[in-house]
Structure formats: structure tokens, C-alpha cells
């Protein structure tokens, strides 16, 4: 059993800056991708960031020069450093973690609320 835990949201101003922690733990491949997604009230929920085990990064093009995702391998935890927020960045964040063999996990999500 897979288990994904966010933490980091909350309110903050436009301008300002927030680091999402997801920790992962159970039975987890070596081979796989841990991302995040956001999805806003009456929206999809669309991919921010994403890191593979093997260093490759995605990221949509809203947030490119703005967010950072790192991880920590070792600890299975994903990061999400997001810097110069704006008020259409208010979402609830959502980790994901996945591999080739079919695993596909969800957290439950964190609130993030940009105020302008």
C-alpha cells in the first residue's frame, strides 16, 4: 500500500512563495515519476511539475521560471518550490506518484491560496 502526504499550502500574497512536501512510503519502484497537479474550483485537474527517478522534468508552461520540483530520492519525498505566485495559482495541489508497471497514487491534496 501506497501512501502520499502533502504539506505547505496555505494563504499567501501575490508576489510571495511556498515549498509543497509530499512524502511517499509503502512498496515503491525505483523507476518512477513524482509529480504535482492542481486542480481550481469548476476546473480540471492539470499537471504543474513532474521529476522522474531518472532526473527528467515536465513542467507547464503557466509556471515555467516560477515553480521548481526536486526530490529526495533516498526519503521518497517530492518538492515543489513555487516562487512570484500569482492569484490564478490558487488551487488545491495534488501529488502524484506513478511507474511503468501500473502504479498510479494520489495524496489528498493541499489548499493554496494566492491573495492579490
Known amino acids: 500500500q501506497v501512501q502520499l502526504v502533502e504539506s505547505g499550502g496555505g494563504l499567501v500574497q501575490a508576489g510571495g512563495s511556498l515549498r509543497l512536501s509530499c512524502a511517499a512510503s509503502?512498496?515503491?519502484?525505483?523507476?518512477?515519476?513524482m509529480g504535482w497537479y492542481r486542480q481550481a474550483p469548476g476546473k480540471q485537474r492539470d499537471l504543474v511539475a513532474s521529476?522522474?527517478?531518472?532526473?527528467?522534468?515536465n513542467y507547464a508552461d503557466s509556471v515555467k521560471g516560477r515553480f521548481t520540483i526536486s526530490r529526495d530520492n533516498a526519503k521518497n519525498i517530492v518538492y515543489l518550490q513555487m516562487n512570484s505566485l500569482k492569484p490564478e495559482d490558487t488551487a488545491t495541489y495534488y501529488c502524484?506518484?506513478?511507474?511503468?508497471?501500473?502504479?498510479?497514487?494520489w495524496g489528498k491534496g493541499t489548499l493554496v491560496t494566492v491573495s492579490s
Open positions: 509503502g512498496t515503491i519502484f525505483t523507476i518512477n515519476v
Open positions: 521529476l522522474a527517478s531518472t532526473g527528467s522534468t
Open positions: 502524484n506518484l506513478k511507474w511503468p508497471a501500473g502504479g498510479n497514487y
